[in-house]
């Protein structure tokens, strides 16, 4: 039973990482990405092929993470913030395919469609994270760390800039905020902070494919976002529970097919999506929040 | 001659994806709603002509005017009841599109809930390919896709230019306030372009269940296209949509030439991000001031 | 706030400035000096390019030819932050605001140039909020959402902005449309005051009584052709002026 609980509190830091970082732009500076689950997904099989092949050093293989998701995410946002935001959503969901295509296809960095296999646990100044009670700390303590982060981002002047930049882009450049300059910063520290949740889970599961990082998954953590609640801090960590919990929950109905269920849990939250963004667009959090502009 | 079976297959699918482009961006265009739903309405239409048609065995043309019908309907539904409603009070883009997704994704597995994940065709033989030349095969499916796509157009163009409503949409597109002189509303017409829009990817919808077969999730690859070829044609440029659409099924059926197919869609995507780099006004499109 | 020029030198410089879009000229042959401390207002009937002069002056348009030089330094090509940041601000005839930040913050942002991380001298920072907070009446409000002000509120919230911009030119379009005349009284003390402390202050107005009282010079813009300037008086007296304004072309 605790090993269980264990493993769904560290699935669920992972979660509420990812689901942080993606509310970060989308909530915050109004940028749609469906991409996250890639951003993610490099982070993954940045520590996976370092941690087979070089080091199981903690700081070396989170920090190779970090920077190879945060260079790839402004190589993505360079171009595409230039036009309106409209595009980034098409750019993203191309980066979303290519980058699915990219992880099936090359062997030898990724595995191809097998994936990787025996990626050993972290070691950090001397200490290696075989106890899972132990991972389980230190992905709290990454969590509470990508907290911290973004809160010191978002309550700053950076965050009023993003927010002001989401609010009104024309406004806010006229007031001498360097439009693309925020938007690319603020697109490389979500999609940096992803790589730390796909290099932990990675670390974690010891084993990752292309089928965790398609586009089902983008998808959820955009559910999670939404439902939970954009632009508020919280709102992603309630959402990531939530869906989480959906599964688990699900199988209590007896009446639901059990090969059914995955099904089911997407169609819940699709009608959440929309009746939310009918009635409550700023999520179960964030409540009316979104109204019209001044 | 592979490059020109290549050519020909790339003009079938070019058809059919610059009918699927021009439904979403006259719906883009003309009403700046991010309709993510279009691909779920191409699912819809595909699905239950197969229903029809291949297990109820209604008669072609009614199995293909019930599609239709269902199509439109989900298209005008949707925009009544769900759209209206977040643009009464917001109607921000994110919003909107959220919503559309939510709906894609509710369509997709309920679809998938009553017809599996797997993929269906419909098998006529219209779909078996003629040797037409040496290693030149073509079915006569294709032939009809290609009449069906110049049809489209042609109606749709006779719209838009000849009549009244047509002018009026156009204008909703430009000025949605010199609608009101009319006396129609925005709200009105927008219906009415969701089911032009709507219908627009019916012809293709049962062209593909007879070719390459329905799967539930497609509707993603619908989108893909549709958005695509909407901003590569240049955005609020029917035209443009559809010559991009045509763009986009040739060039992703000329590159098998030379490499393996699970890339083809990554093409698109190529295609796509040089336009966003150098050229994001798209072929017609207009200029966009940042 | 530092007076960056004597009263009347001239900062902002257009010279034949010319915009084409296609074929229809919306600015034909513009030059037009804007002094530091003067008031002036750009008024002529819709259509007639106001806009678009101040989207040239902003960077949002490029010209198709002429200049526009800010304090020695010509601004074409330059994008529009880049020209913000060297003193010029604007505000918009739909506001504009951070709809869903509060006041403060509306007004904090707009002071907080840099996008960098960390800023230095926060308690310098909250004097000069609190200091246009009170000038603009605003400071009961300071933490509600941009989204929640009454009309005139978001007036001199929009004027607050600019204030807070250390901007050295402002470009006001229609800033005081619709203010009942006890606010419009304040809103011409506030720029009248502004204007004495040096800034150069252009604004697009419609309305002629405020024109009027507003404004120590005119300049009359009819499609895309600058037809008159001078004192509001000889302006706004002419009757060839008068004619075109409302509709009478001969």
Same mark, same amino acid.
């Given at each position: 039973?605790?090993?269980?609980l264990q ?5 669920? /830091?992972?979660?509420?990482m ?19 689950a ?22 070396i /293989?989170?920090?190779?993470?970090? &920077?190879?998701?945060a ?5 993505l ?5 230039? %036009? ?15 980058g ?28 290696? @994270? ?9 992905? @709290? ?12 981002? %978002?309550?700053?002047? @950076? ?10 882009e ?15 910063i ?16 990675? @670390? ?37 529970? &939530?869906?989480?919990s &959906?599964p ?7 009446? &639901? ?9 997407q ?28 | ?6 050519? *020909?297959n ?20 003309? #009403? ?13 239409a595909?699905?239950?002509?197969y ?6 065995? +209604?008669?072609?043309?009614?199995? *293909?005017?019930?599609?239709? *019908? ?7 539904l ?5 759209? *209206? ?38 098998? #006529? ?32 163009? +006779? ?15 430009e ?20 089911l ?11 062209? #593909? ?19 695509a070829?909407?901003?590569?044609g ?28 699970? +890339?083809?869609?990554?093409?698109t ?22 | ?10 900062l =902002? ?21 804007l ?7 750009l ?11 101040f ?73 000069r ?42 470009? =006001? ?13 304040r809103?011409?003390? =506030? ?19 405020i024109?009027?009282? =507003?404004?120590?010079?005119v ?20 009757p060839?002026?008068?004619a ?7």
């Open positions: 039973m605790l090993a269980y493993n769904i509190a560290v699935l669920f /830091c992972i979660n509420a990812l689901a942080l970082t993606l509310n970060f732009i989308m909530g915050y500076a109004g940028i749609f990405s469906l991409a996250h890639i951003f993610f997904g490099v982070g993954a099989y940045a520590t996976a092929y370092i941690a087979m092949y070089f080091t199981d050093s903690l700081l /293989c989170m920090s190779a993470s970090i &920077l190879i998701s260079l790839l995410s402004m190589a946002a360079l171009p595409a913030l230039r %036009v309106r935001g409209e595009y980034f959503v098409a750019a993203s969901l191309g980066l979303q395919v290519i699915v295509t990219i992880f099936s296809e090359w062997k030898s960095v990724t595995g191809g469609l097998g994936g990787m296999i025996g990626i050993p646990r972290p070691k950090l100044f001397g200490y290696v @994270f075989n106890d899972d009670g132990m991972f389980l700390l230190l992905a @709290f303590v990454m969590l509470l760390i990508v907290i911290g982060i973004i809160a010191l981002l %978002v309550r700053g002047s @950076f965050g009023r800039s993003l927010m002001a930049i989401r609010d009104s024309s406004a806010a450049q006229s007031y001498g905020k360097h439009v693309n300059a925020v938007k690319t603020s697109v490389a520290v979500s999609a940096g902070l992803a790589g730390v949740a796909g290099s932990l889970y990675a @670390f974690y599961i010891s084993f990752i494919n292309v089928e965790s990082f398609m586009l089902e998954t983008s998808i959820l953590l955009m559910a999670m976002v939404i439902i939970g609640g954009t632009g508020t801090l919280f709102g992603p960590v309630v959402g990531a529970a &939530l869906l989480m &959906l688990a929950a699900l199988t209590y109905l007896p009446f &639901l097919p059990p090969s059914e269920l995955g099904t089911i849990q169609i819940i939250y699709g009608l959440a999506m929309v009746l939310l963004m009918m009635f409550r667009p700023g999520g179960l959090v964030g409540g009316r929040s979104r109204e019209k502009s001044a | 001659m592979l490059f020109v079976q290549l050519l *020909a790339g003009l079938q699918t070019g058809a059919l994806y610059a009918l699927i482009a021009a439904g979403f961006s006259l719906i883009f265009g003309m #009403t700046r709603i991010f309709h993510a739903a279009h691909g779920a309405t191409f699912t819809i595909g699905f239950i002509f229903e029809l048609f291949a297990i109820l065995h +209604w008669a072609l043309p009614i199995a *293909a005017i019930a599609s239709a *019908a269902a199509a439109g309907l989900f298209g005008v949707l925009d009544r009841f769900v759209y *209206a409603i977040i643009q009464r009070h917001e109607g921000s883009f994110f919003t909107v599109f959220v919503a559309s997704f939510g709906a894609a994704i509710v369509v997709q597995n309920l679809i998938s809930i009553f017809f599996g994940k797997g993929m269906v065709t419909v098998t #006529t033989p219209l779909s078996k390919s003629i040797e037409v030349m040496p290693s030149l095969f073509i079915a006569p499916i294709s032939g009809i896709i290609i009449l069906c796509a110049i049809v489209a157009f042609l109606i749709l163009q +006779w719209l838009l230019t000849r009549t009244n409503l047509g002018i009026a949409l156009r204008a909703l597109g000025n949605p306030n010199l609608i009101e002189v009319y006396g129609l509303t925005p709200r009105r017409l927008s219906q009415y372009v969701f032009i829009g709507s219908i627009l990817v019916v012809p293709a919808a049962i062209l #593909t269940s007879a070719t390459s077969g329905l799967n539930p999730s497609m509707g993603n690859h619908v989108m893909l296209i549709s958005i070829a909407t901003i590569v240049g955005v609020g440029s029917l035209r443009g949509a559809a010559v991009a659409g045509m763009l986009l099924g040739l060039a992703e059926n000329l590159c098998l030439a030379v490499i393996d197919p699970q +890339w083809s869609e990554a093409v995507f190529v295609i796509l991000f040089l336009f966003i780099l150098f050229r994001p006004g798209g072929v017609y499109g207009r200029a966009i001031v940042s | 706030m530092t007076s960056a020029a004597t009263q009347n030198e001239i =902002l410089q257009i010279r034949n400035l010319n915009k084409n879009f296609g074929g229809l000229k919306a600015i034909q042959d513009v030059s037009m000096d002094p530091a401390g003067v008031i002036t207002t008024v002529g009937p819709n259509g007639a390019g106001k806009t678009t002069l989207n040239l002056i902003t960077g949002h348009l490029i010209p198709t030819s002429g200049t526009v030089h800010w304090l020695g330094k010509p601004l074409k090509g330059i994008e529009p932050w880049k020209i913000a940041r060297m003193g010029i601000a604007r505000t918009f005839q739909d506001l504009r605001l951070f709809s869903h930040m509060t006041v403060e913050e509306n007004i904090m942002t707009v002071m907080e140039r840099s996008s960098w991380l960390w800023q230095g001298g926060r308690t310098e920072a909250e004097k909020v609190s200091e246009i907070l009170e000038e603009t009446q605003l400071a009961y409000k300071r933490n509600e959402r941009a989204v929640d002000l009454a009309y005139a509120e978001r007036k001199f919230l929009s004027l607050a902005r600019i204030m807070a911009s250390q901007a050295k030119l402002w470009l =006001l379009d229609e800033p005081a449309s619709g203010l009942d005349p006890r606010s419009f009284e809103f011409v003390t =506030l720029l009248r005051n502004y204007a004495a402390r040096g800034i150069t202050i252009c604004i697009i107005e419609h309305n002629l009584d024109v009027i009282k =507003l404004s120590d010079r300049a009359f813009l009819d499609q895309g052709k600058l037809l008159a300037q001078g004192s509001s008086q000889d302006i706004l007296k002419d060839h002026l008068a075109i304004y409302f509709g009478d072309r001969s």
